[in-house]
């Protein structure tokens, strides 16, 4: 699987768009972008994935750049739920996920 | 809530015992993984059982053994344990049949070796 590059850490605003960014220039052409996410406590928890599309669903956009080497994330309307640890994982969808040290994001009343 | 459980939410033993971690997978996933997470890291992958059968590994070493059920069951055993075997472990559940499927996560099981 590919290696990340992530911010250690970001803050956001409550009620601002959160843009969590992500390198993986080494990703092969039929690695999948998955995101998952890490509450406090509890265990990691499935956000998006794409390829080479951008995708949204309920919880959050992805946005893969066209030379697929790196991704953003977006949370639309942070929340202070959303504060978490934010994990970006190039995967060929074998579900063995490789997990870096993520983004702590910490959303700011 | 996930609908995956594992047991015990704590567990504290010595140098050299051996311990069994417990998952209940979601009704109708045939995929469990097993992750080892240690403080301040991301989860590192230990093994993948597929419909009861190991389908792929981590680098961990033979010591770290499962076995999965028919009943959407599993266990993660370590033998001999160490102190570095201290760590928050995972199980993830998925529906496996054709890969690409997101992986439900347990709450975890905090195992301290003294």
């Known amino acids: 699987d590919a290696k990340t590059t992530q911010p250690t850490s970001m803050d956001c605003a409550e009620g601002r768009a959160a843009n969590l960014p992500c390198n993986h220039s080494t990703i092969s052409g039929n690695e999948y972008v998955y995101w998952y996410r890490q509450i406090h406590s509890q265990g990691p928890q499935y956000i998006i994935h794409g390829l080479k599309n951008n995708e949204t669903n309920e919880m959050a956009s992805l946005i893969i750049t066209e030379d697929r080497k790196s991704s953003t994330l977006i949370l639309p309307h942070a929340t202070l739920r959303d504060t978490a640890v934010y994990y970006c994982?190039?995967?060929?969808?074998?579900?063995?996920?490789?997990f870096g040290t993520g983004t702590r994001l910490t959303i700011i009343p | 809530e996930t609908g995956v459980t594992q047991s015990p939410t704590h567990l504290i033993k010595t140098r050299g015992q051996q311990v069994t971690l417990r998952c209940s997978s979601q009704s109708g996933h045939n995929t469990v993984s097993w992750y080892q997470q240690a403080l301040g890291q991301g989860p590192q992958f230990i093994f993948q059982y597929y419909r009861e059968e190991e389908n792929g590994r981590g680098n961990f070493p033979p010591r770290f053994s499962g076995l999965q059920f028919p009943n959407y069951s599993s266990e993660l055993n370590v033998n001999a344990l160490e102190l570095d075997d201290s760590a928050l472990y995972l199980c993830a559940s998925s529906l496996g049949a054709a890969g690409n499927n997101e992986q439900f996560f347990g709450p975890g099981t905090r195992l301290t070796v003294l």
């Open positions: 994982i190039p995967n060929f969808g074998n579900e063995k996920l490789t």
